[in-house]
């Protein structure tokens, strides 16, 4: 069988990659990965959709922290100050 | 290569940026505080919501936290790092509200064991032709897509929606690690979750999100 410990298939791959691009996937398993990746393009383009996801969830703004919030925080911080 | 190495336990300590900042805000430094509500609250304020149910009562565990740091600032002996232990304080003041609003379970609990695949199996080969458990039909190449295409308002609305779409778990880690830009170190500390649980959230969340793209892109 093909199929055995030495290579992984698509369906693994698309539930390791988060490992992957964490680096934290053990040695002898991130080989495998970029051993697929080299002969796979569909996972090739699979991973890049994962970057591609991070980096555009990474577009989405924080909210700026509202005046208001602000002024009663700095009256807190300054109440603090004097206690 | 080295063995896979194990940070499952070492948590992030205080830099000596860090204790300087600390040192000016027991000054009574203003501006060294106003600095410290920018880098943090936006943060807060994402972990808070998790735990409550409605952004008025998470703006409130989040002023509560801040008064928290405060109090607690003196006792600050920078054997986290300074987010980990404000995220800390939020967490416990939104643990400790009580009443309805509180959703008081341990966010360890919350980590579901539903196994939905980060791609439905219909994509893949099945177990009798050739190739089982490899693509049927290639995922597109998005690098073909338009330059506008990942960056335009349409698009971050999808993301947006696949976002608060997720289980509270999932939403959580993937606002800290992606939105607020906490490292893996920073959210498990956080959240009290292992380094594997805090993994496995994220893993879910990102192709949650992916999978909503995907769709949009493809339609």
């Known amino acids: 069988m093909p199929e055995s410990a030495e290579h992984i298939t698509c369906q693994e791959v698309v539930e390791l990659v988060t490992a992957y691009l964490e680096t934290v996937l053990p040695a002898d398993e991130a080989g495998l990965f970029e051993q697929h990746l080299n002969f796979c393009d569909g996972c090739i383009w699979y991973v890049e959709q994962m970057r591609a996801t991070v980096a555009t969830v990474g577009r989405i703004s924080e909210d700026d922290v509202p005046p208001e919030t602000r002024e009663k925080l700095l009256t807190a911080f300054r109440e603090w100050k004097r206690s | ?219």
């Open chain 2, 1 to 219: 290569m080295a063995p896979h190495a194990e940070v499952e336990n070492r948590l992030p300590i205080a830099s000596s940026e860090e204790a300087e900042l600390v040192t000016r805000l027991r000054a009574g430094d203003e501006r060294a505080f106003e600095g410290l509500v920018e880098t943090y609250h936006g943060t807060m304020l994402a972990v808070a919501r998790t735990y409550v149910k409605s952004r008025a009562v998470a703006e409130e565990v989040v002023q509560d936290a801040w008064v928290g740091v405060l109090k607690g600032l003196d006792r600050f002996e920078g054997r986290s790092s300074l987010k980990t232990w404000i995220l800390r304080i939020v967490v416990n003041t939104a643990m400790t509200r009580g009443g309805r609003e509180a959703r008081s379970v341990p966010f360890s609990s919350l980590v579901a064991e539903d196994e939905d695949p980060a791609v439905a199996v219909e994509r893949f080969r099945g177990p009798d032709g050739g190739f089982p458990g490899h693509w049927a039909g290639y995922p597109s190449d998005w690098r073909s897509l338009p330059e506008q295409a990942l960056v335009g308002r349409e698009t971050l609305d999808v993301v947006k929606r696949a976002i608060e779409e997720l289980p509270v778990a999932q939403k959580t880690v993937i606002t800290l690690r992606d939105i607020q830009g906490c490292d893996a170190e920073e959210v498990c500390a956080a959240l009290e979750v292992s380094d594997g649980n805090q993994r496995v959230l994220l893993h879910r969340a990102r192709s949650h999100v992916r999978a909503a793209l995907e769709r949009h892109f493809d339609a």
